[in-house]
């Protein structure tokens, strides 16, 4: 009969360790999952120096989301843009801590998830608002790391432009590449939600890699 006390043990103990699993620390620098979604191919390579969406009332199949079992976005075209016309990219996100370690990442596809070389860029420029200030991560997917280059940032209430040399991204634990390495092999520019519980209401217009 002594073996049900030990089994009983054994049994609270998995359980508390399955539950700090489930509980620790999202990381953005971190692979991110692949979409579920099959994105559609963009013509070519981006050309460094041009906008890469000032967005219309339609969105082209360049922009992806993803997510963790605990969080829930959307993200659609919106009116109006940060001038007060046109269009902007109106994103909203419930995080909700418990479910896995991804957050929810909206991203861009640079050449139709395709690695290309963007390396001769300085930076990257976009108009953001998000009214609740919540802390954003943008982060840089390429095929040479193996830990995500990223820059975090809270964005402002009202309309306000982000400047971002690509200098200023870094990784949590280097992998021994270096950013001019990872622009060269360039697939995706992502703006993640990490922070949990959070409600995210975010409006992006104007991306431009310059």
């Known amino acids: 009969m002594r073996k049900y006390p030990v089994i009983i ?3 609270i103990a998995a359980l508390a360790i399955l539950n700090t699993i489930g509980c620790r620390e999202r990381v953005a620098s971190l692979p991110g999952p692949e979409p579920t979604a099959t ?3 963009t013509a070519g390579p981006t ?6 969406d000032d967005f219309g009332s339609v969105l082209d199949g360049k922009w ?4 963790d079992s605990s969080d829930t976005g959307s993200f659609a075209s919106a009116t109006p843009g940060y001038d007060s016309t046109g269009y902007a990219l109106a994103l909203k996100v419930t995080s909700v801590c418990g479910g896995g370690d991804w957050g929810y990442w909206l991203c861009v596809e640079l050449a139709g998830g395709s690695a290309t070389d963007i ?3 300085q930076g990257i420029r976009f108009h953001i608002k998000e009214p609740l200030t919540n802390q954003l991560d943008l982060v840089l997917l390429s095929s040479a790391t193996s830990n995500n280059y990223k820059y975090t940032f809270s964005p402002t209430s009202g309309w306000g432009e982000m400047n971002v040399p690509f200098s200023s991204f870094t ?3 280097s992998d021994g590449t270096t950013i001019s390495q990872a622009l060269a092999q360039s697939q995706r ?3 993640a939600v990490m ?3 959070a409600m995210i209401d975010a409006w992006l217009d104007h991306v431009v890699i310059y």
């Open 171 to 173: 990784q949590d634990t």
């Open 47 to 52: 050309p460094v120096g041009t906008l890469i």
């Open 39 to 41: 994105p559609i191919p």
């Open 119 to 121: 390396s001769s860029a």
């Open 64 to 67: 992806i989301s993803y997510g």
């Open 195 to 197: 922070a949990c519980p």
């Open 9 to 11: 043990a054994l049994v």
């Open 189 to 191: 520019v992502c703006w």
